[in-house]
């Protein structure tokens, strides 16, 4: 059965929106794992517009589950991560102009930046995952840069406006996965993941981690946290069975 990985990142949004203390997101990481979230997931960006760098470090000290933290290939993030040690570290493009992370990381482009930042990660022994499109030339590269896991980019599966595109983009997620796991990766996915498209890629075989941030927090200015987490705990569970 997929983990659940759910990123507060936007509970910092609205922190920053004040810049002041609240809500911490520290909070929301507590109800996420009483809600029964398997890792928390937060993306330190180079612009800091949400997560802050005594986020991560007081994440580190009280997260009780896997703690994954997305970032950039970059020196100064790198430092970062290298100095916090987070369980994981997902590696994701990153523009200072986009909304959110638009597409995969382009391994195959950009391979020595990326090796130079993975090595440093490897040998600290905090396990790389590469956020990535379903292709199969970047899982190879994601292979070979030596990541323990890739997450394939499901924005595309998510905007698909027919049934027949939703399909389409399934069966490439799932041909993907199949490529990912005969490589002996680990197999994450995500971005735009609701409560209302996540069950079939919850019920692709081998997925291992589902990365799940707006869609959780909206509802959970609704509902509330916990409940939030657990109502997409529920769905991924129902749809492994
Ligand atoms: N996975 C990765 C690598 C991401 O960058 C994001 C967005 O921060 C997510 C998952 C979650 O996407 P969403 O907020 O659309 O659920």
Redesign the pocket.
Known sequence: MAEL?V?I??VATIRQARRTIEPDPVWAASLAELGGADTI?V?LREDRRHIQDRDVRVLKETVQVKLNL?MGAEEEITKVALDIHPDQC?L?PEKREEV??EGGLDIVGNFDRVKKCVDQLLTAGIEVSM?IDPAEDQILASKKLGAQAV?L?T?RY?DAVTGDERKQELDDLIAAGNIALTEGLHLHM?????YRNVMPIAAIRGVGEL???????ARAVMVGFERAVREMKELIVRASR
Request: charged residues 10%; without cysteine.
């Open positions: 990985g990123n990142d936007h997931t993306h997305e997902t994701v959110t992370t956020f997450e980019h924005g998510a995500g971005h735009g993941l609701t990365n799940i941030g707006h869609s959780i927090v």
